[in-house]
């Protein structure tokens, strides 16, 4: 595959982009565990004043190494594309991609933030240079660097290209996003430990409120997430494990705060696990008693 063949390209970059996700991963004072986070393993600091954002995630993904590099290295692909909800999102060819080679992309991606400010509809801009590298037999790194330079033509005085968002004013401001994937085999071979870490800025016009800052942190987060989400949804039943099941629990959670969520999140994932699925009709009343689990209800003795 593709992705075996850039297995072969060492060098000095490997040892850097190695030494580069560790500094990225590292924790940063005044950072702050990010609620209902899938498996409560993100944390993420803002600055408002800058519009910075850095944050980091960690799940377990129920494919191999190799699968979960590809599925990320496949940066346009419908699947991640729906994953993501980014506006636009793809690999760049011809001039505007002329530094790619077999391990490295240009790639751009659109993000509409579910926050208005003052009554505008904002989306994100992001271009960056996309490189995998493999820094052993067991650990990949796939790295997402800004190509819009801080004091290049698209930095804060110029950010700003307003456009009518379908009947809503909207603005689209270039941001930049750093960021790295961290793959390592886990439990043999069926498994692979995803570490995320990301600096972002939001641009010119960021001094949003802190709650907006975080927010915008989430949606980036919950990208990898779903990644974990994507692929334990497709286990059957019968080759289930405990890791599976805690991925599925994790599943129900996620973003579901009110009982209201909680039971469109189980219908949600009944439809698309295909375990849950299985026991549901397999097992009425255990579909019946998860609806009330959802709910709170059996707590209450309902």
């Known amino acids: 595959s593709q992705i075996r063949s850039m297995k072969s390209i060492r060098g000095a970059d490997v040892a850097q982009a190695d030494q580069r996700f560790q500094v990225l991963f590292r924790d940063r004072s005044g950072s702050e565990s990010l609620a209902e986070s899938f498996g409560g393993k993100s944390r993420v600091k803002c600055v408002r004043s800058t519009g910075d954002i850095w944050g980091v995630t960690s799940v377990q993904v129920r494919a191999t190494l190799e699968e979960v590099a590809a599925f990320l290295w496949d940066y346009d692909s419908r699947a991640f594309t729906d994953l993501s909800n980014d506006v636009k999102r793809g690999v760049l060819k011809g001039e505007e991609g002329k530094e790619q080679s077999l391990n490295v992309r240009i790639v751009e991606r659109q993000k509409r933030y579910k926050k208005k400010v003052h009554g505008i509809r904002q989306e994100r801009a992001f271009k960056s240079r996309m490189a995998l590298h493999w820094i052993d037999d067991d650990t990949i790194i796939v790295s997402i660097a800004s190509s819009f330079k801080k004091d290049s033509q698209h930095s804060r005085r110029n950010s700003f290209l307003k456009q009518a968002i379908g009947q809503e004013l909207g603005i689209i401001v270039y941001a930049r996003e750093n960021a790295a994937f961290r793959l390592r085999r886990s439990n043999g071979t069926k498994f692979t430990r995803l570490d995320y ?20 942190a989430k949606l980036h987060l919950d990208e990898v997430a779903r990644i974990s989400i994507y692929y334990s949804r497709r286990v059957e039943l019968a080759n289930f494990t405990w890791d599976d099941g805690e991925a599925l629990a994790d599943d129900l959670l996620m973003n579901s705060h009110t009982p209201q969520k909680r039971l469109a999140r189980l ?36």
Do not use: P, W
């Open 197 to 216: 870490a990301m600096e972002l800025n939001l641009g010119h016009g960021a001094h949003l409120a802190r709650k907006l800052l975080t927010a915008s």
């Open 267 to 302: 219908e949600l994932v009944k439809k698309e696990s295909l375990a849950l699925r299985q026991i549901c009709n397999e097992y009425e009343h255990l579909d019946k008693m998860m609806g009330k689990i959802m709910v709170g209800q059996l707590a209450m003795g309902h």
